[in-house]
C-alpha cells in the first residue's frame, strides 16, 4: 500500500507515506540490492543541481541526510541500465518501449556510532496517467537487480558506515510503455504530462526506520506536493517527480487518494 494524500500517521512535514504502516525493521522488500562493497556507485555530484534532499530521524535516534539527482529520460539504449537487470523486470517494463530515469544518491550518516544503513522507496499507484506501474533496478552491488515497485517497498542496502561518512547509491527508474509508434522519443514534456512519481526514500540505520515523532523534511525542485480538494490547508503529502517537467503542485481526489493518485493543480 502506497501513499495517499488522506493517510494519517505523517513521518515528515507535509509528507505521509504508507509502506505497509510498519517500520522498515518489519517489512517484507519486493527486492534488496546487494551491498554497495564490491562496486562502489560513482560520486554524484557532478551531475549538476541536486533534485532534493531528505533528512531524516530513526527510532534509535540515528541521522540519516539523502541527496538525490534525477538524469533524463532515455530510451534502454541510451541508457547505462544493466541489460540483465532490465529483462528481470515484469512486463511491459521490459518490452522495449520503457525509458529510463538513473536516479543517483549520496547518503550520510550523521551520527555518532557506526551502522547498517538503507532505504526503502516505491511507486506512487496511479501516479501516472497511463496507470503503468514503474520498476525499480537496484545498483551497487556485484550485479544490479530488478524489482517490481510493487505497493510492498523496495529496499536496497547502501552498507555498514562509520560516523559522517558518506555513500553513493545508483538506482534507476524504469517508465513502462512511455515510447509508442507514433512517439518514438517522447521529450520531458510529453513524460511529465504522464505525472510519475515515486515515494520519498526513507533511510533506515541497523533495522530502524522513521522516528515519526522527530521531525524531518524533504526539499528540492523535484518534490511534488500533493494536496487533496477535500482538506483545504491541510497538509497534503510530499512526492518525488521522476521527470522534470511533472508540476510540482497537484490535486487530488479524494474518492481515490489512498491510491496516490494526483493531477495537476
Sequence with gaps: MLAGCGSSGPRFPNVRSTILH????????????????????ADPSSSGPV??????????????????????????????????????????????????????????????????????????????????VMAFVMGNGS???????????????????????????????????????ADPHPSEQTLGHEHWLMLVPEPSVDGSGYNQDQRSSVSGPRVVHCQSASESGGPGINYLAVVGDTPRTMTGEQSVMGEGKCAAG
Design 22 to 41: 510498519k517500520p522498515i525493521a518489519t517489512t517484507t522488500p519486493a527486492t534488496v540490492s546487494t551491498a554497495a562493497t564490491s562496486t562502489p556507485a
Design 143 to 181: 550485479r544490479a537487480s530488478c524489482g517490481n515497485g510493487e505497493p510492498s517497498a523496495t529496499t536496497g542496502e547502501v552498507g555498514t558506515m562509520q560516523p559522517h561518512e558518506t555513500q553513493h547509491y545508483t538506482m534507476w527508474l524504469v517508465l513502462p510503455n512511455a515510447i509508442t509508434p
Design 51 to 132: 533534485s532534493f534532499v531528505v533528512r531524516a530521524t530513526t527510532e534509535q535516534g540515528d541521522r540519516v541526510k539523502m541527496e538525490g539527482w534525477f538524469g533524463p529520460a532515455l530510451t534502454t539504449q541510451e541508457s547505462d541500465v544493466e541489460g540483465s537487470a532490465l529483462s528481470e523486470c515484469p512486463e511491459p517494463a521490459n518490452d522495449g518501449r520503457a525509458m529510463v530515469v538513473k536516479l543517483e544518491m549520496a547518503i550520510t550518516l550523521e551520527s555518532s556510532l557506526s551502522g547498517k544503513v538503507g532505504f526503502s522507496t516505491g511507486n506512487v499507484a496511479g501516479g501516472s496517467t497511463t496507470q503503468q
